[in-house]
């Protein structure tokens, strides 16, 4: 939570560009790290590892966001109801 304020932090203060940042693209997926096309405006060092502990234990996300924030707000559960555990 830490590291993601100070990514915050540093959008309102202009250190990063608003449609350009590691918050924007999160979260980062393998296929975006080992593209040849980088085209952002940090380092992949960040996208990857964006604090110390991520290296030793990183869990590579198979997607980026899914239809970007649509995706996020309108989650679809696929599994069964409730009564079907009864």
Not at 24 to 47: C, E, K, L, N, T
Not at 54 to 62: D, G, I, L, R
Not at 65 to 84: F, K, M, Q, T
Request: aromatic share 12%; charged share 25%; with cysteine.
């Amino acid at each position: 939570m830490t590291t993601i304020r100070a990514e915050i932090a540093k959008v309102e203060s202009g250190e990063c560009a608003l449609d350009n940042n590691p918050l924007h693209f999160a979260p980062h997926s393998m296929q975006d790290i080992f593209s040849s096309d980088w085209d952002r405006a940090y380092d992949r060092q960040v996208a990857a590892f964006p604090a110390p502990y991520v290296a030793e234990n990183k869990f590579w996300p198979t997607v980026t966001r899914i239809d970007d924030v649509y995706g996020d707000r309108n989650l679809i559960c696929a599994c069964p109801s409730p009564e079907a555990y009864r």
